[in-house]
């Protein structure tokens, strides 16, 4: 035991370096890490990348992940604006640091421990949001997985042999709206249920799915002898934040027997709020529902949920016999049972500690800063001459052009100068900046640096 002692001693020095590390990390994010781009072959030289035969003392190694880190992008720097996620909870990240302590794998309780009492409160707890009363659901990596287990569950549900025996000759066909995330398509792919069978409809100005167009296409397909199978609805749509009308696409669905799926990734935490949950009317009538607490709840990657209104649905296609595996409890204490995974990262805890600083009042108060927040910055670029706005923004996706500039231009030399990871996407018919404000840290101030730059990068 006295080596087992020595190790530890040692491994707690590399903790306390490893903190250092850390503190000098967030003292960077002003200036956004990375900086300039750098060519990639000279940056792998530069950090010693490269692997060889002979280890490095613990210190030379320490000093290369300081200089890796500030290779690296922060997703928490006040630059950062390129995707759906930014800014940080505190406590999820305190919590995320102390996860691999433990290092728990979260198929059984006999293995994770009161960990799996934490992701089951979760998992009660977000269904009552989405208002599946007698749900379950499952911790995906990451919202394009959570869709692929609901058409998973879609697929068993319509064909109760497709498991046992594959799946061949069903004429099936799925619905996304054309502004819908590229994993429906993806995933109609993976589950052998053809990319070609995703029927992409038409949205309405808003951006969100028309259900005239959704009608026009069920009507259709039935009529040539094919089986409507997954209805795919989007709340807060990837590009522009954009809600589809849940009530009248849940009618569609039930009325051609289809599953009705919200890949709510992104717009699922406006389901915290009093104020904004209108967004998503009608999703409780949904059979399941997709949400990515990393995105808007400032949780780091990865931490999404599937939930699912029937239990047992999960379960039915999931679930397989493994004696070395499930040697104690019940079913319902071992989510190994109902997961497309077998070994499996503790994605719950972090997402409880915030949960509990914040309380579902300080949710519901972070989730309105972040709308807040769009709209002022809605407003700021209504009011600058030099800048256009291409919609009112839905929710926290704010789409706009510098006139005269070209979008793509704008953002690539803002990336290649370090001054601002910001990406663009097509709304209404031409490509446009698309600010994200999802990090609530961000104040009127950082805005007005924000759109400075940009202005900049345009002249
Ligand atoms: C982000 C997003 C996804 C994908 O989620 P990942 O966690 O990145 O796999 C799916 N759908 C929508 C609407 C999204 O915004």
Known sequence: ??????RRREFER????????????????????????????????????ALGDDGLAAEE???????????????????FLNQLFGGREPLAVAAE??????????????????????????LAHLGRFAGFADGEGCFTPGGS???????????????????EHGVGGERWTIYSSAEGHYSIPKNAGILG????????????????????????????????????????ATAGTTVRGAFDPLEPLAALAREYGAWLHVDAALGGSLLLSPRYRGRLAGCERADS????????????????????????????????????LFQADGDELNPGHRSLLCGRRNDAMKLWAAWQHLGDRGYAARVERQLDLARRAAEKIAADPALELAEWPPSVNVCFRVRGADSRAVCDRLDREGRLK??????????????????????DAALDAIFAEIRAAAS
Not at 61 to 79: C, D, F, I, K
């Open 289 to 324: 529902l997709a949400w990515n607490p990393h995105k808007m709840m400032g949780v780091p990657l990865q931490c999404s949920a599937l939930l699912v209104a029937r239990r047992g649905a999960l379960a039915a296609s999931l679930d397989e016999t493994a004696e070395y």
């Open 97 to 122: 640091m102390l996860a691999p302590l433990a290092n728990v794998s979260m198929y059984t309780f006999k293995a994770a421990g009161a960990q799996i009492l934490v992701e089951r409160e979760l």
């Open 1 to 6: 035991m006295e080596e087992v002692a020595a």
């Open 193 to 232: 249920l053809g990319r070609e069978r995703v029927r992409r409809i038409a949205v309405r100005r808003d951006g969100g799915m028309d259900p005239d167009a959704l009608a026009a296409q069920l009507t259709a397909d039935r009529r040539a002898g094919l089986r409507p199978l997954f209805v795919n």
């Open 145 to 163: 997985l959570a869709n692929l287990v609901a058409m998973l569950l879609a697929r068993d549900a319509a064909s109760p042999g497709a498991r």
């Open 422 to 443: 910001i990406g663009y996407g097509e709304v209404l018919g031409s490509p446009a900046i698309r600010l994200v404000c999802v990090n609530p840290d961000l104040d």
């Open 14 to 49: 590399l903790l306390a370096a490893t903190w250092a590390l850390a503190r000098e990390a967030v003292a960077a994010e002003d200036e956004l890490p990375g900086g300039e781009r750098r060519d990639p072959a000279r940056l792998a030289a530069e950090l010693g990348l």
């Open 61 to 79: 190694v320490l000093e290369r992940l300081r200089a890796l880190l500030a290779a690296t992008p922060s997703t928490s720097s006040w630059r």
